[in-house]
């Protein structure tokens, strides 16, 4: 390819998507491990964090972490109201997915099939990905 976009993929920033149960509670492995990640990312201040916008546990404590360190956040919530109503969770996982990551980390709890079906989804699609875990 040659032309203005030769350079686009080599220079977009990473994507870091993250998964995780809405009742986790351990905001110090999260602190460590996007930290970690975003190392792992090259530290590029333009990382972009994606997420589902769960206003409670994982999502919404990544979230926080990531924009008290002033680097963006990209939500997706869930469509509870529209048409796939229960499954607008995995709908939403999907989507994220699909718009690619370089790296996904997971927070996972107990039975969280949001955040297995992500963590299941993320690797069938050859993205890297670390798990953490949080017992009940």
Known sequence: MSGPFEDWERTKPPRLLI????NWTNRTIIQRALRDA????GMNAETILVTGACPTGADRM???VWEQSGLYVERHPADWDGPHKKRAGFVRNAEMVALGADMCVAFHKANSRGTAHTIHLAQTTGIPVVVYREES
Do not use: D, P, V
Request: hydrophobic share 25%; proline share 0%; charged share 25%.
């Open 19 to 22: 998964t995780g149960s809405r």
């Open 38 to 41: 975003w190392m792992s990312l």
């Open 62 to 64: 990544c979230e926080e």
